[in-house]
């Protein structure tokens, strides 16, 4: 299970990776940098809290996208019914 992350840390991380996506890198360290530079936050806590998600966001971007393909509604009977059994009689 992850870990639960407040809309604020979220809403903040994802506009940030946004407003300056070549800033930021899958490295926590150099995000916790990065986040030093461009803003200034209530306590370290919420900056670690922010620069860890980034990197869950930069690694969500850089993952291949899955491709959904739906079926026809026959081929979805069929494989329901086992194939190769034949039709009862």
């Known amino acids: 299970?992850?870990?639960?992350?407040?809309?604020?840390?979220k809403h903040l991380a994802k506009s940030l990776v946004e407003k300056y996506p070549g800033r930021f890198t899958n490295n926590f360290e150099k995000n916790k940098e990065e986040l030093d530079k461009l803003v200034t936050l209530e306590s370290k806590k919420i900056r670690n809290e922010?620069?860890?998600y980034i990197v869950d966001v930069?690694?969500?971007?850089s993952?291949?996208?899955?491709?959904?393909?739906?079926?026809?509604?026959?081929?979805?009977?069929?494989?329901?019914?086992?194939?190769g059994r034949g039709r009862r009689k």
């Not at 299970?1 to 840390?9: D, E, P």
């Not at 930069?58 to 971007?61: E, R, V």
């Not at 739906?70 to 086992?82: I, L, V």
């Open 63 to 83: 993952k291949p996208k899955m491709e959904i393909t739906f079926r026809p509604k026959e081929d979805r009977r069929m494989g329901r019914r086992g194939m």
């Open 1 to 9: 299970m992850g870990q639960v992350r407040t809309l604020y840390v």
């Open 50 to 52: 922010v620069a860890g």
């Open 58 to 61: 930069i690694k969500m971007q």
